[in-house]
């Protein structure tokens, strides 16, 4: 197992010249540069039925009850403190991390169909940022909270455009009830098997990064409550022949990002979740699929938006060294034995709003070029 100061022999980044502005083709390569998302500003956000597909049911009534309002100040102070010292390590370790402006999530705004007495927060860069290759591409979202999701990264995309970075975004969609399914009973559904079972319709694209897994050329997507089919064959379509985009499904009845379910760590490894991942795709078959061990979490604690799972939305710096919350011993023990050095890196905090490791990060270059890992 590496520590933090470990890690930092990884620096071996090469001359700015002659590196890409935008380059990232899977999970894995060597980490150049990253967006880290930060906590500050951020609200609950408002309610609307759509949380009732993805949010842990026990925590409704206290979205309910607050929302529009601010976390408590101690639960974002120590979720920042931890965002900062994961940055430090990344820096240490040669990553350039790139951070968004810290804005107040807490204004309201409106469309001509509907209106948001708040957002929601800017630390989860990879909800809505997916680079493909040498291009930025940014996800519509399917909350209304996350309607202004990209202002805040806003400076930092028009820096990678203004050199030389292509950078376009999935149509913004209008979010009005047409996008939401009325018939939607969270009691009912058991099984996520067709669009009935969604709270999202097809009436326009949508999706969110966290569904998309990159594997070179392949490129894998979970439909999901903040996915739909749409959404994948407008991604399908703009990537064009260079890409192929396979649909992946797995025991999710709630599905929300795939990240925490199923995650390609190195070429012939993938980690997979036991109570989600049955049967892996028929393509990872000659893969050492890594069950995931139980997390620390208790079964039935959940964090605000998320389950206990979220132990497994890990980041690869490279093919060896992976990301791990430092408290989650059987996971690190795990590591060690499939192979990887885990770098034990405090995160409950954070953890705290949803997200992890993965969730935190947009990993804009990685040092290695387009491959094809499963001809």
């Known amino acids: 197992m590496r520590t933090a100061d470990e890690v930092a022999a990884h620096d071996d980044t090469p001359d700015a010249g002659s590196t890409p502005v935008v380059g990232s083709y899977n999970e894995w390569d060597p980490l150049e540069e990253v967006v880290v998302g930060v906590i ?9 039925d759509a949380f009732k597909a993805t949010l842990p049911e026990e925590r409704w009534e206290f979205f309910e009850r607050h929302a529009g309002e601010p976390f408590p100040q101690r639960e974002i102070e120590a979720a920042s403190a931890e965002l900062d010292g994961f940055v ?20 309201p705004f409106s469309t001509p169909d509907w209106t948001s007495e708040a957002g929601m927060n800017a630390a989860m860069a990879r ?15 399917a909350w209304r909270a996350h309607y202004f999701t990209a202002h805040p990264f806003r400076p930092i995309l028009l820096d990678y455009w203004r050199r030389g970075a292509r950078w376009v975004a999935t149509p913004r969609p209008e979010l009005a009830d047409a996008s939401y399914n009325p018939d939607y009973d969270a009691a009912r559904v058991t099984a996520f098997e067709g669009p009935e079972d969604s709270v999202i319709t097809e009436y326009e694209p949508l999706w969110e990064a966290g569904d998309f897994m990159r594997c070179g050329r392949d490129v ?3 439909r999901s409550n903040v996915t739909n089919a749409s959404g994948i064959e407008w991604v399908r379509r703009h990537l064009g022949d260079d890409y192929r985009v396979h649909e992946v499904a797995f025991d999710d009845e709630r599905p ?27 393509m990872f078959a ?3 699929v890594l069950v995931a061990p139980e997390p620390c979490m208790r079964p039935g604690e959940t964090t605000y938006t998320t389950s206990r799972w979220i132990n497994l939305n890990v980041l ?14 059987p996971l690190l023990r795990a590591f060690e034995s499939w192979g990887f050095e885990p770098v034990p890196v405090p995160f409950r905090a954070f953890n705290l709003f949803g997200g992890a ?9 990685r040092r290695g070029g387009l491959e094809d890992y499963f001809s």
Do not use: Y
């Open 40 to 48: 500050e500003g951020a609200v609950i956000p408002p309610w609307h």
């Open 88 to 107: 430090r390590i990344l820096e240490d370790a040669g990553v350039t991390v790139r951070r968004p402006a810290i804005v107040d999530h807490g204004r």
């Open 220 to 222: 894998f997507v979970q």
């Open 256 to 282: 929300m990002h795939v990240n925490a379910t199923f995650l390609p760590l190195a070429p012939g490894k993938v980690l997979v979740n036991p109570e989600r991942v049955k049967q892996v795709p028929e």
């Open 357 to 365: 490791f993965h969730c935190a990060t947009a990993d804009i270059r």
């Open 286 to 288: 000659g893969w050492d």
């Open 127 to 141: 909800d809505f940022i997916l680079v493909v290759g040498d291009q930025i591409i940014e996800a519509p979202m």
């Open 316 to 329: 690869m710096l490279d093919p060896e060294h992976v990301f791990v919350e430092a408290s989650e011993e």
